[in-house]
């Protein structure tokens, strides 16, 4: 079954502006990580952030995790047209352990207008 | 990051056939996974492949219907089998070189059964 729950599944913005997707989840995790896709192409990996972090940069990319309300947002600032995209929230959970496994939210489309 | 190839890209087969779906990486990886993207869905597990031994099947999927071989720690194969339309969906390799580290995808196969 699904883990993560992005919010809101479609959001549609101005080229400049900035872009705040969210991810809520139910168990414990070790780590989040946001992927994006772009139509028709596999993923790309964004930036992971661990349970015993709550804020994360990379470039125009700003995440943060609270893991007391189990939810994750990911900020895009300045955004781009280039930014249009499906973006997916996936954790690890310790259960999977060596694993590794990670369960994917049902994602968020982007569309940025230019 | 690791570099995945996957082939065929995609694909039209008839139903009652199968399909092998093969994942090359230009590095050795410890984890290597297969995905379902069901049109217009998210992500979801189909197995983990270890080198050497039997994959670890999720819930819902079975060896008969998805098997798997990873003869070494650069490449991987998913066989879809007896293909019917409800097989229609994006299947992406994904590998991961240490645990709990990011998931680096392949580009998908697209695979519509007719």
Not at chain 1, 12 to 38: D, F, H, P, V
Not at chain 1, 52 to 78: F, Q, Y
Not at chain 2, 54 to 78: H, Q
Request: proline letters at 4%.
């Amino acid at each position: 079954s699904q883990q993560g729950e992005e919010d809101p599944q479609a959001l549609s913005i101005q080229e400049g502006e900035n872009a705040t997707m969210n991810c809520s989840y139910k168990t414990s995790i070790n780590n989040l990580q946001w992927y994006r896709q772009n139509s028709g192409r596999g993923l790309v990996h964004l930036i992971l952030i661990r349970s015993n972090e709550r804020e994360k940069h990379s470039g125009r990319l700003r995440v943060t995790l609270d893991t007391s309300k189990k939810s994750s947002s990911l900020l895009i600032t300045a955004s781009r047209a280039a930014d249009t995209a499906s973006y997916f929230c996936a954790t690890g959970s310790p259960e999977t352990g060596a694993n590794s496994k990670l369960t994917f939210g049902k994602g968020i489309t982007l569309s940025v207008r230019p | 990051s690791a570099v995945i190839s996957q082939k065929p890209s995609r694909d039209i087969c008839q139903r009652g056939t199968s399909l092998t779906i093969q994942c090359q990486v230009d590095s050795q990886v410890t984890m290597m996974f297969w995905y379902r993207q069901q049109p217009g869905q998210s992500l979801t597990l189909i197995a983990t492949a270890n080198q050497g031994s039997e994959a670890t099947y999720e819930s819902g999927f079975v060896i008969d219907k998805f098997p798997i071989s990873r003869p070494n720690l650069t490449f991987s194969t998913l066989t879809v089998s007896n293909m019917s339309p409800e097989d229609s969906s994006i299947y992406l390799c994904s590998v991961s070189v240490y645990r709990e580290q990011p998931q680096h995808f392949g580009d998908g196969t697209r695979l519509s059964i007719l």
